[in-house]
């Protein structure tokens, strides 16, 4: 990957959804214009969904998901329909093909797509094949979803810039990525990025927020200026001014913030990162909740990444061990990485979340959803080390969020 690439967690996520054999792969070839799709008669031919990456002229940079038949049988299809359930929480904008007049499925899903405030584009694909049937059902589908649906033909290209048209028109509102780090910093100011190079950052290499971030400075105007933690107070006795603001790596928050200068600003990624692809307002009362725990709690530390577990890991190693200083040996903690996230919370008194950097602003969206949903608090990284440290209170969040400590909160 280049400074210049988007990676897939900045993309938009169009999912391509429907039964077996409804066209979804032969739709997402056409609209690729490439071969990415197996596309074959017997049905279920799609297991894993299938990622495509590519630029959508009028969009930008997309991310479309070919998923398996949602009407899949047996207990192999019923792991392959919950990968389709896992990809339907991470899409932005859904096309739903219709291949027959029984749409009772179809129809299941569409009230899934609705609750989850997902703009959903209804299909009828392969019209060039039984033009007469594809008008009968385009009129069943009308009827039964409220909905006129695009009818389009992956073979002989038709309907595919109108169905391009359609996918501009539902653009979430919020479709434009939020500023990383929002009001913290404009042109011309010195930012100073601390960025341990640990096992976690392997030689000539840098993680991703920090890539980000990185870029994001670059592309305001700033003067960004980047060091290790062990360099922070020579760099900082080297500029002539003191820089307006300091991003530091969370599990650094002790080491950096006595040298912070009292007028510079102090941040983490991760933090950054709470309001960029989470809900900061609910992860700041899940800091809140945080410190009320009782000693005996259970705790889900939830990473977005599925590496092997490292040495002085941070979601694995650091995070739980200041945890345990703080409430003692019987707080219980589990860990889940990549996207096996529960969806039954019960017994859970507080989810601890990683910055998320590899997955989309919806896929984490949604999750705190279902958090919501069943009463439970929820945090990430960043907030969690600093109110464990004592520090959060000082610490600069984007766009005019504050922390209301226990204090204000009576």
């Given at each position: ?5 988007t990676t ?16 979804k ?10 071969s990415v ?6 049905p ?15 969009v ?9 038949g ?8 019923q ?12 899409t932005?904008?859904?096309?739903l093909?219709?291949s027959g007049?029984d749409m009772?499925?179809e129809?299941?899903?569409?009230a899934i797509?609705?609750?989850q405030?997902t703009?959903?584009?209804l299909?009828v694909s ?5 033009e007469?049937?594809?008008?009968v059902?385009?009129?069943?589908v009308?009827a039964?979803a409220?909905?006129r649906?695009?009818r389009?033909?992956a ?7 109108e169905?391009?048209q ?6 979430p ?11 913290l ?7 100073v ?6 096992i ?7 993680i991703l927020p920090?890539?980000?971030?990185l870029?994001e400075?670059?592309d305001?105007g700033?003067?960004?200026v980047?060091c290790?933690t062990d360099?922070?107070?020579?760099t900082?006795a ?11 790596d ?5 080491e950096?913030?006595?040298?912070k200068?009292d ?8 933090v950054?990162?709470a309001a ?8 700041l009362?899940?800091a ?7 000693p005996?709690a ?5 990473e977005?990444c599925?590496?092997?577990p490292l040495?002085?890991d ?10 345990r200083?703080?409430f003692?040996?019987?707080l ?10 529960p969806?039954?919370?019960t017994?859970v008194?507080l ?6 950097c ?12 279902e958090?919501?949903?069943q009463g ?6 960043g907030?969690?080390?600093a109110?464990?440290l004592?520090?959060?209170p000082?610490v ?13 909160r009576?």
């Amino acid at each position: 990957m280049t400074l210049n690439d988007t990676t897939r967690g900045n993309r938009l996520h169009i999912g391509l959804f429907g039964r077996r054999n409804a066209g979804k792969s032969s739709l997402l070839n056409a609209l690729t214009g490439q071969s990415v799709a197996t596309v074959s008669a017997v049905p279920g031919t799609t297991t894993d969904p299938v990622y495509k990456a590519m630029e959508l002229h009028g969009v930008g940079p997309v991310v479309f998901i070919d998923t398996a038949g949602f009407d899949d049988e047996g207990e192999l299809g019923q792991l392959r329909v919950e990968k389709t359930e896992q990809a339907a929480r991470e899409t932005d904008i859904a096309l739903l093909l219709f291949s027959g007049l029984d749409m009772a499925e179809e129809l299941k899903w569409l009230a899934i797509f609705r609750q989850q405030k997902t703009p959903v584009i209804l299909v009828v694909s392969c019209i060039d094949e039984q033009e007469d049937a594809g008008e009968v059902l385009a009129r069943a589908v009308e009827a039964a979803a409220a909905v006129r649906p695009l009818r389009v033909s992956a073979r002989e290209k038709q309907g595919l810039e109108e169905l391009r048209q359609e996918i501009i028109r539902a653009l979430p509102e919020d479709y434009e990525q939020p500023s990383i780090t929002g009001d913290l910093c404009q042109a011309r100011d010195t930012v100073v990025l601390v960025m341990p190079q640990d096992i976690q950052a392997p030689k000539g290499r840098l993680i991703l927020p920090q890539v980000q971030v990185l870029r994001e400075l670059l592309d305001k105007g700033c003067q960004a200026v980047c060091c290790t933690t062990d360099r922070l107070k020579e760099t900082l006795a080297k500029l002539k001014e003191p820089p307006q603001l300091i991003i530091t790596d969370s599990q650094a928050f002790k080491e950096v913030y006595p040298l912070k200068p009292d007028d510079t600003l102090l941040t983490s990624f991760s933090v950054l990162f709470a309001a960029f692809k989470g809900d900061m307002d609910y992860f700041l009362q899940g800091a809140g909740k945080l410190l009320t725990l009782k000693p005996t709690a259970r705790i889900l530390i939830a990473e977005a990444c599925t590496h092997k577990p490292l040495q002085e890991d941070i979601g694995r190693v650091k995070l739980p061990r200041l945890l345990r200083k703080k409430f003692g040996d019987g707080l219980q903690m589990e860990i889940v990485s990549g996207k096996d996230f529960p969806r039954d919370l019960t017994g859970v008194d507080l989810v601890i979340h990683c910055g998320a950097c590899m997955f989309n602003r919806k896929y984490v969206l949604n999750r705190v959803r279902e958090a919501k949903a069943q009463g439970i608090a929820m945090t990430n990284y960043g907030l969690s080390i600093a109110a464990l440290l004592g520090i959060l209170p000082m610490v600069a969040l984007p766009n005019g969020k504050k922390y209301a400590t226990m204090k204000d909160r009576h």
